[in-house]
C-alpha cells in the first residue's frame, strides 16, 4: 500500500525557516513526480512545487524563490526547505506521488496525484 507521511512541521516565527520532510513507501520512487501543496483556512489548495525522478523541479510563482524541493532516492524521502517565512505561510501542507503522468509540472496548477499525505501544519506567528 503506497503510504506518504509528512513530518517537520511546527510554530516558527516571522523570517524563521523550516524543513518538512515526507517519506514514500511502496511506490516507484525514482520514476515518480511528487510534489508539495499547502491549503490555509478559509483558501484553496495551492502548489508549492514539484520535483521528477531525474531531479528536475517546478516552483509556483508565488513561492518567490523562498521554498526548496529536494529529494533523496535512498532515503525515499521529498523535503521541503522553506525560508522567510510570513504569517501567510501558515497552512496545512500536503505531500503527493504519481508516477502515471506524462507532465510532472503541470501538478502544479491541474493535480492529478493518486496518493496524498495526511497534511502537517505549520504555524508562522510572532
Known amino acids: 500500500q503506497v503510504q506518504l507521511v509528512e513530518s517537520g512541521g511546527g510554530s516558527v516565527q516571522p523570517g524563521g525557516s523550516l524543513k518538512l520532510s515526507c517519506v514514500l513507501t511502496?511506490?516507484?520512487?525514482?520514476?515518480?513526480?511528487m510534489g508539495w501543496f499547502r491549503q490555509a483556512p478559509g483558501k484553496e489548495r495551492e502548489g508549492i512545487a514539484t520535483?521528477?525522478?531525474?531531479?528536475?523541479?517546478a516552483y509556483a510563482d508565488s513561492m518567490k524563490g523562498r521554498f526548496t524541493i529536494s529529494k533523496d532516492n535512498p532515503k525515499s524521502t521529498l523535503y521541503l526547505q522553506m525560508s522567510n517565512l510570513t504569517p501567510e505561510d501558515t497552512a496545512t501542507y500536503f505531500c503527493?506521488?504519481?508516477?502515471?503522468?506524462?507532465?510532472?509540472?503541470?501538478?502544479?496548477?491541474?493535480?492529478?496525484?493518486?496518493?496524498w499525505g495526511q497534511g502537517i501544519q505549520v504555524t508562522v506567528s510572532s
Open positions: 503527493a506521488a504519481e508516477a502515471r503522468l506524462f507532465s510532472c509540472s503541470e501538478q502544479l496548477v491541474r493535480p492529478n496525484f493518486g496518493y
Open positions: 511502496d511506490y516507484k520512487y525514482d520514476k515518480v513526480c
Open positions: 520535483i521528477i525522478g531525474d531531479g528536475r523541479t
